[in-house]
């Protein structure tokens, strides 16, 4: 079998696990004729390019984004864990395009400020801890 078929056998092996799952935050769509899956980090600059392009796909009748952040690029997580306290007020959306709209790099007390500046808390007011 070819390289380029090989590939799309394993694509459809593992579209279960990847597409659709249950608590994953999404943009666009409700009603879904394509998804797309974007896997991002919040402090990754070729992910902040793509923006205009993911909220562009959104914004198409019958589509869905679903947001899955993947923080790769060191161990700062603080970006991914505001998008999760925004998430529990069904914010999730808001607060990932805000974050890939921000410029540089900003450690816990830059995500704080943000996050009361926005509204993003979790229970008790707090950031979402791990």
Do not use: N
């Amino acid at each position: 079998m070819d390289p380029a078929r090989q590939l799309a056998s394993r694509v459809a092996e593992l579209r279960g696990e990847i597409v659709g799952s249950a608590g994953v935050p999404t943009a666009g769509d409700p009603v879904v004729a394509v998804t797309v899956v974007e896997f991002f980090d919040f402090r990754c600059g070729y992910c902040k390019r793509s923006l205009d392009a993911v909220r562009a796909a959104a914004a198409q009748p019958g589509v869905r984004v679903e947001l899955r952040d993947y923080p790769i690029l060191g161990p700062e997580s603080e970006r991914a864990r505001l998008a999760l306290a925004a998430g529990m007020q069904g914010r999730y959306k808001e607060a990932h395009f805000t974050l890939m709209e921000r410029e540089g790099g900003f450690g816990p007390e830059g995500v704080a400020d943000l996050a009361i500046g926005r509204g993003f808390h979790g229970p008790g007011g707090g950031l979402v801890r791990s």
